[in-house]
C-alpha cells in the first residue's frame, strides 16, 4: 500500500480525528504584491569551496569529567564551524565510517530538495561505508547550522551538529561589528528510548502550565547544557573591550531545551532573526531562543570586571557563559528595555493580511491528551496530510497550537515571513525558517513556492518529531517522496 493509498483509506477517519477545526483550503485570487524572502537561489559567484566530513563514534570528555561515545565530524564535538560566502559553491563530502545510515541537513539554506538531507523525503540516507557530496550555492546570507536528520535524538545531541556562517557578499555588513563570536547552545544525556515525551511528566506540562508558565518545553531530563560543546562555566572567559560591540551568533541545537538569556545589567541589540537583518534592530532585556532558533545580537560590556550571558528559565539557571571587560566601564547601559517578542517590531491588531493564492490551517495537538502521540489535525506523520503546493504561488501556514507544549515549526528549503501572532499582524514581517508557538498560541506565515521538491516541516523538538508532529511541503509535478521514517 503506498502511503498516498493509505491516506485515502484514512481520510474518513483523519476527519473525524480532526474534530472542529476541519482541514480547510482556501485558494484565493493573488492580488498585490507580499514581500517575501529572498529569493531562493544566489548565482554562483565562481568559487568552489569543498570540505570532506569524516563522521565516526569516539571518546568525547565533557569538563565535569564525564565520558561518552560521541557522533564526531573529523574528530570533533561537535562538528566544526563551516564558514563560506554567500554565492560560494559548496561541497561537502559526507564519509558514513558509522554502523548506522546518516546524512547531513543544511537548516536555514535554500539547498536543492535532492542536497536537505531528510532520507525518505528529499534523499536516500548515506549508508554505513558509503559517502554522500552535498553541493549547493550558499543562500542566503546569516547564521545557518547543520545537523544529522537520520536517529535524531541520538545523532543530534552526541555531536552531529556544527554552525554554518555564510557571510554576505554585499559589504558593509548591515550591522557591522569588530568582531564575532558563534555561541551554540546543546544538551546531552537523553537516555536510550526517551523518544517520545508525552508533556506530562514532573516539572513539564500542565505542572508548568498552571504554575505560570515555567519551561514549555522539556526540561527536568537530566540534562547536561553545552555550549560549543563544552560545560559553560569551563569556557575561556570572552574578553571584550569596554565600549566594543561585539556580535553574538546565538544558535539554539538542543533537541528540545528554550533558553531565556540575559546579561547582568546589560542589554542585546537584535539584529538578526534565523541569520536574517532585521528592518531595525530592537534593544532588549531578555531573549527567548527556542530549539533552532538564531539570533544574531550585539552586545556592550555592562560593567568593568567579569559579567556573565545566563539562561534562566522557571527560576533554574542552566547556563552561565563567562565574559570579562578589559579596561574600564565608565556609564552602564540605560536598562528597563523589553523582552524580545515577535511581535517586538510593532503590530496592528486591524491590521490585513497580504493575499496569498493558498491557505493551509494546521493545528498542531497530541502529547498527554493524545495518549503521547503528538498531531497536525489529528494526524501524526507520516499519515499526515502532505501540504501541496505549486510553483510561484504564496503559500500562507495558519497554525494554532492546542497542546501544553510549545513547538518551534521549522520549515525546509525556504526562508518564511511571520506575517501575524496571536491575533495581531506584524507591521514588518520577521523573515525567519522556525516559529515557536507556545501553548495555544497561532500565527500565520507566509512564503514563496520558489524551491521545487520535497519538503519536510515539523517541530524541531525532536522527540515531538519523532512522536509524530510533522508534514511534508509537496510541489506539484516533482515526484513523490518515499516517506520511509528514519527518526
Ligand atoms: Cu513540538
Same mark, same amino acid.
Given at each position: 500500500?503506498?502511503?498516498?493509498?493509505?491516506?485515502?483509506?484514512?481520510?474518513g477517519?483523519?476527519?473525524?480525528?480532526?474534530?472542529?477545526?476541519?482541514?480547510?483550503?482556501r485558494?484565493?485570487?493573488?492580488?498585490?504584491p507580499?514581500?517575501?524572502?529572498?529569493?531562493?537561489?544566489?548565482?554562483?559567484?565562481?568559487?568552489?569551496?569543498?570540505?570532506?566530513?569524516?563522521?565516526q563514534r569516539?571518546?568525547v570528555?565533557?569538563q565535569?569529567?564525564?565520558?561518552?561515545?560521541?557522533?564526531?565530524?573529523?574528530?570533533?564535538f561537535?562538528?566544526p564551524?563551516?564558514?563560506v560566502?554567500?554565492?560560494?559553491?559548496?561541497q561537502?563530502?559526507?564519509v558514513?565510517q558509522?554502523?548506522?545510515?546518516?546524512?547531513?541537513?543544511?537548516?536555514?539554506?535554500?539547498?536543492?530538495?535532492p542536497?536537505?538531507?531528510?532520507?525518505?523525503i528529499?534523499?536516500?540516507?548515506?549508508?554505513?561505508g558509503?559517502s554522500f557530496?552535498?553541493?549547493?550555492?550558499?543562500?542566503?546570507?546569516g547564521?545557518?547550522w547543520y545537523?544529522?536528520?537520520?536517529?535524531?535524538?541520538?545523532?543530534?545531541?552526541?555531536g552531529?551538529?556544527g554552525p554554518?556562517?555564510?557571510e554576505?557578499?554585499?559589504?558593509p555588513?548591515?550591522?557591522?561589528?569588530?568582531?564575532?563570536?558563534?555561541?551554540?547552545?546543546?544538551?546531552?544525556g537523553?537516555?536510550?528510548g526517551?523518544?517520545?515525551?508525552?508533556?506530562?511528566?514532573?516539572?513539564?506540562?500542565?505542572?508548568?502550565m498552571?504554575?505560570?508558565?515555567?519551561?514549555?518545553?522539556?526540561?527536568?531530563?537530566?540534562?547536561?547544557?553545552?555550549?560549543?560543546?563544552?560545560?559553560?562555566?569551563?569556557?575561556?572567559?570572552?574578553?571584550?573591550?569596554?565600549?566594543?560591540k561585539?556580535?553574538?551568533? !546565538? %544558535?539554539?541545537?538542543s533537541?528540545?531545551?528554550?533558553? +531565556?538569556? #540575559?546579561?547582568?545589567?546589560?542589554?542585546? &541589540? =537584535?539584529t538578526?532573526?534565523?541569520?536574517n537583518?532585521?528592518?531595525?534592530?530592537r534593544?532588549?532585556?531578555?531573549?527567548?531562543i527556542?530549539p533552532?532558533?538564531?539570533?544574531?545580537?550585539?552586545?556592550?560590556?555592562?560593567?568593568?570586571g567579569t559579567?556573565?550571558?545566563?539562561?534562566?528559565?522557571?527560576?533554574?539557571?542552566?547556563?552561565?557563559i563567562?565574559?570579562?571587560t578589559?579596561g574600564?566601564?565608565?556609564?552602564?547601559?540605560a536598562?528597563?528595555?523589553?523582552?524580545?517578542?515577535? !511581535? %517586538?517590531?510593532?503590530s496592528?491588531?486591524?491590521g490585513? +493580511?497580504? #493575499?496569498?493564492?493558498?491557505?493551509?490551517? &494546521? =493545528?498542531?495537538?497530541?502529547?498527554?491528551?493524545?495518549?503521547?502521540?503528538?498531531?497536525?489535525n489529528?494526524?501524526s506523520?507520516?499519515?499526515?496530510?502532505?501540504v501541496?503546493?505549486?510553483?510561484?504561488?504564496?503559500?500562507r501556514?495558519?497554525?494554532?497550537?492546542?497542546?501544553?507544549?510549545?513547538?518551534?515549526?521549522?520549515?525546509h528549503?525556504?526562508?518564511?515571513a511571520?506575517t501575524?501572532f496571536?491575533?495581531r499582524?506584524l507591521?514588518s514581517p520577521?523573515?525567519k525558517?522556525v516559529?515557536?508557538?507556545?501553548?495555544?498560541?497561532?500565527?500565520?506565515?507566509?512564503f514563496l513556492?520558489n524551491?521545487?521538491?520535497?519538503?519536510f516541516?515539523?517541530?524541531?523538538?525532536?522527540?515531538h518529531?519523532v512522536g509524530g508532529l510533522?508534514?511534508?511541503?509537496?510541489?506539484?509535478?516533482?515526484?513523490?517522496?518515499?516517506v520511509?521514517k528514519?527518526?
Amino acid at each position: 500500500m503506498t502511503r498516498r493509498e493509505f491516506l485515502s483509506a484514512m481520510a474518513g477517519l483523519t476527519l473525524i480525528g480532526i474534530g472542529g477545526y476541519p482541514f480547510v483550503r482556501r485558494w484565493m485570487s493573488s492580488q498585490g504584491p507580499l514581500s517575501l524572502p529572498s529569493p531562493p537561489t544566489v548565482a554562483w559567484n565562481g568559487n568552489i569551496k569543498t570540505f570532506r566530513y569524516v563522521i565516526q563514534r569516539g571518546p568525547v570528555t565533557l569538563q565535569d569529567g564525564t565520558r561518552f561515545t560521541g557522533y564526531l565530524i573529523n574528530g570533533q564535538f561537535p562538528g566544526p564551524e563551516l564558514r563560506v560566502q554567500e554565492g560560494d559553491k559548496v561541497q561537502v563530502t559526507v564519509v558514513n565510517q558509522l554502523d548506522q545510515p546518516t546524512t547531513l541537513h543544511w537548516h536555514g539554506v535554500n539547498a536543492p530538495s535532492p542536497m536537505d538531507g531528510v532520507p525518505g523525503i528529499s534523499q536516500d540516507p548515506v549508508l554505513p561505508g558509503q559517502s554522500f557530496t552535498y553541493e549547493f550555492i550558499a543562500s542566503p546570507a546569516g547564521t545557518r547550522w547543520y545537523h544529522s536528520h537520520v536517529y535524531e535524538m541520538e545523532q543530534v545531541p552526541n555531536g552531529l551538529f556544527g554552525p554554518l556562517i555564510i557571510e554576505p557578499k554585499t559589504t558593509p555588513e548591515p550591522y557591522p561589528t569588530q568582531h564575532e563570536l558563534t555561541l551554540m547552545f546543546s544538551t546531552w544525556g537523553y537516555k536510550p528510548g526517551a523518544g517520545i515525551d508525552y508533556g506530562m511528566m514532573g516539572n513539564t506540562g500542565m505542572g508548568q502550565m498552571m504554575g505560570g508558565g515555567g519551561n514549555l518545553s522539556s526540561s527536568n531530563q537530566g540534562l547536561t547544557h553545552l555550549v560549543n560543546g563544552k560545560i559553560p562555566t569551563s569556557l575561556q572567559s570572552i574578553k571584550v573591550a569596554p565600549r566594543e560591540k561585539l556580535r553574538l551568533r !546565538l %544558535i539554539n541545537a538542543s533537541g528540545t531545551e528554550s533558553y +531565556l538569556l #540575559a546579561i547582568d545589567g546589560g542589554t542585546m &541589540l =537584535v539584529t538578526h532573526t534565523d541569520g536574517n537583518p532585521l528592518q531595525a534592530p530592537r534593544v532588549v532585556s531578555e531573549l527567548y531562543i527556542a530549539p533552532a532558533e538564531r539570533y544574531d545580537v550585539i552586545v556592550t560590556p555592562p560593567r568593568s570586571g567579569t559579567w556573565y550571558l545566563r539562561s534562566s528559565l522557571a527560576g533554574q539557571e542552566s547556563v552561565r557563559i563567562p565574559f570579562s571587560t578589559v579596561g574600564e566601564v565608565k556609564s552602564s547601559p540605560a536598562v528597563g528595555a523589553n523582552s524580545w517578542s515577535y !511581535l %517586538i517590531t510593532g503590530s496592528n491588531s486591524f491590521g490585513s +493580511l497580504p #493575499a496569498v493564492n493558498h491557505s493551509v490551517q &494546521l =493545528v498542531l495537538s497530541g502529547g498527554m491528551m493524545m495518549g503521547g502521540a503528538w498531531t497536525i489535525n489529528g494526524a501524526s506523520y507520516p499519515n499526515t496530510s502532505p501540504v501541496k503546493v505549486r510553483t510561484g504561488e504564496r503559500i500562507r501556514l495558519e497554525m494554532v497550537n492546542r497542546s501544553m507544549m510549545e513547538h518551534p515549526m521549522h520549515l525546509h528549503g525556504h526562508s518564511f515571513a511571520i506575517t501575524s501572532f496571536n491575533g495581531r499582524v506584524l507591521n514588518s514581517p520577521l523573515i525567519k525558517d522556525v516559529v515557536n508557538l507556545k501553548p495555544m498560541e497561532r500565527c500565520t506565515i507566509d512564503f514563496l513556492a520558489n524551491n521545487p521538491g520535497n519538503w519536510f516541516f515539523h517541530c524541531h523538538n525532536l522527540q515531538h518529531m519523532v512522536g509524530g508532529l510533522a508534514t511534508v511541503i509537496e510541489y506539484k509535478d516533482y515526484p513523490l517522496p518515499h516517506v520511509d521514517k528514519w527518526m
